[in-house]
């Protein structure tokens, strides 16, 4: 019989370190990783054992038949990817090398993460200052910000910019991350493959999943709502 | 970044050097640690990083491709900038030498 576990990711998706040393962990309680989701991790229960976990950058989403190749006749198993991130494994009793010897070098293989993240950030926050014009004009402008909060015709908007306020901080904090990471690279600090995952701050961050998934339903709600209220008024 | 002719990474050189004769994947890594004495032991991701990179930048191409396995070589360019850079390294130890006095 198969039992499968799916566990909240304990940190935000682009710490690497933390996440290599959460699955490790996992395995060494007899929970073998088997697919990461956008929050959700999904485990495979079975016997302890001691593994190895590496999370490779690549450039394109897909990963090449080569490099898988490469990976496995170095004694690295594909696990799963999510987004640009690729999930490898290896018993710690197959004494594998390491995937990357020189940090320098891996830190090119953030290059088009990097990049990108950075320019999602960059439209992101363009975008949101947009709205926040608006919004601030729709309560302002004819200054009568009580009215319009009895009216309640602005509160929609108000909610769908605080929601996207609160994805482009993180797209903003991905950036940050990534950017940082590859500098160390560049340096010569190699990512730390032992995290620490729990923590305060972990903590925090699960609860912070749980707002946006709150937020979501809220979102839909308001869709929803909206669009109810148009039938009505067509009828 | 693209090759501009500067020092290279210590990976780029051996890879370089281990092309001299065309070879793939993991029999590349073996020739690397052997190229270098065993002193060097290159990891699958860093190799890959740096074949795709180097082939970018036309330092080395494709011999042979049949999907799975491809064979890579040094090219004319590879070669001069790889020539150019142990020149540049052996300058480096004559420079040394006043150390062993």
């Not at chain 2, 693209?2 to 070879?23: D, F, S």
């Amino acid at each position: 019989m198969k039992n499968t576990v799916r566990k909240l990711r304990p940190s935000n998706y682009w710490r690497i370190g933390e996440h290599e040393c959460w699955f490790t962990d996992m395995a060494n309680k007899g929970y073998h990783l088997k697919k990461m989701g956008l929050h959700f991790a999904k485990f495979e229960k079975g016997e302890t054992k001691k593994t190895k976990y590496r999370i490779d950058v690549s450039t394109n989403k897909k990963i090449s038949p080569e490099q898988l190749q490469l990976y496995a006749e170095s004694g690295w198993d594909y696990v799963t990817s999510y987004q640009y991130f690729h999930v490898f494994s290896s018993p710690n009793e197959r004494n594998a090398l390491e995937l990357h010897t020189d940090p320098a070098e891996q830190a090119y293989t953030l290059k088009k993460l990097d990049k990108k993240l950075g320019l999602n950030a960059w439209i992101g926050t363009i975008a949101l200052v947009l709205m926040i014009c608006m919004v601030a004009a729709i309560w302002f402008l004819d200054k009568t910000p009580t009215l319009i909060l009895l009216e309640g015709f602005a509160l929609q908007q108000t909610l769908l910019t605080i929601i996207i306020g609160y994805t482009v901080l993180t797209s903003l904090q991905a950036a940050i991350s990534i950017r940082a990471l590859r500098k160390n690279l560049l340096s010569g600090k190699p990512i730390d493959h032992d995290a620490p995952w729990k923590s305060i701050i972990a903590l925090i961050l699960s609860l912070a999943y749980y707002f946006q998934l709150l937020q979501h339903l809220v979102q839909s709600f308001h869709f929803y709502s909206l669009q109810k209220r148009k039938q009505k008024h067509y009828l | 970044m693209a090759y501009n002719g500067g020092p290279m990474t210590e990976a780029m050189y051996y890879v370089l050097l281990a092309l001299m004769h065309p070879n793939h994947g993991y029999q590349l890594m073996q020739a690397i640690t052997a190229v270098s004495n065993g002193r060097l032991k290159m990891g699958p991701g860093t190799l890959y990083g740096v074949l795709s990179r180097m082939q970018k930048d036309g330092l080395i191409s494709l011999a042979e491709d049949d999907g799975r396995r491809k064979t890579y070589q040094i090219t004319e360019d590879g070669e001069h900038a790889l020539r150019q850079e142990f020149n540049r390294l052996k300058a480096l130890i004559l420079d040394g030498k006043i150390l062993e006095r």
